[in-house]
């Protein structure tokens, strides 16, 4: 079984997914967790030039084919192994972010999007994707008091830079995708307390565990 996790900056994702597969090892599932871009030892390079706030200079075509490099390899190396050999993969982040920051606020060709998603992907989709979805202000705020408290480093801010219409433009994209695919893509409200997303997420991953089966 293949889940993602997508949001903005500061949205928690990256708590919720250790909660999530806490739960499913507690179940017997054996769980891998990983993330892009940077799943990957080579992954983690090109995550390095993305995320550098002085990367700035970077054109948006570069940066749609770094994330198409990272997610190749990621898929290769590493998901579509781990899968073959009947681990769950938990996955920060996968091609509903390229769609969504590349696609809907960098404004790229939406065609050239899919065919490159398409491309890369093959045959491959996640089972189950969860959108945490949050006003860009407190994820902004969130996000930067991370790099305060060393929680994240400040070599990686370069879409914390942004300003906050790009921000609002993601949280438009990715309600709009959940919009199009309701069976695909959950939207849980991140603005509630930890326990209480975690809660919400558990029960529609019940559900649609049990749609699975
Ligand atoms: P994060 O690992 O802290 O979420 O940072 C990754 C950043 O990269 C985040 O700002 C979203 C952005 N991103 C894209 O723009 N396109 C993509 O395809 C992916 C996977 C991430």
């Not at 996790?5 to 500061?10: L, T, V």
Request: hydrophobic letters at 40%; a neutral charge; proline letters at 3%.
């Amino acid at each position: 079984m293949f889940i993602t996790f997508e949001g903005i900056e500061g949205a928690g994702k990256t708590t919720q997914i250790r909660h999530i597969a806490d739960y499913l090892s507690a179940k017997g599932h054996r769980c891998m967790i990983t993330k892009e871009p940077g799943g990957t030892a080579i992954g983690r390079r090109i995550r390095a030039i993305l995320l550098d706030p002085d990367s700035r200079g970077m054109h948006p075509g570069t940066e749609l084919l770094l994330y198409a490099a990272d997610r190749n390899q990621h898929i290769q190396e590493l998901i579509r192994p781990a899968l073959s050999s009947g681990k769950t993969v938990i996955c920060d982040r996968f091609h509903d972010s390229t769609v969504v920051y590349q696609g809907y606020a960098r404004a790229l060709d939406m065609a050239l999007i899919h065919d490159l998603n398409q491309r890369v992907l093959a045959d491959f989709l996640p089972d189950m994707t969860f959108i945490l979805d949050l006003e860009p202000t407190i994820g902004l705020k969130r996000a930067w008091q991370e790099v305060k408290r060393g929680a994240r480093t400040d070599r990686e801010t370069r879409f914390e830079k942004e300003d906050l219409a790009f921000h609002q433009k993601i949280r438009a994209g990715y309600l709009d995708l959940a919009r199009r695919d309701p069976v695909r893509f959950t939207v849980i409200d991140a603005s509630q307390d930890e326990g209480a997303v975690k809660d919400e997420i558990l029960r529609a991953l019940t559900d649609k565990l049990q749609a699975l089966l």
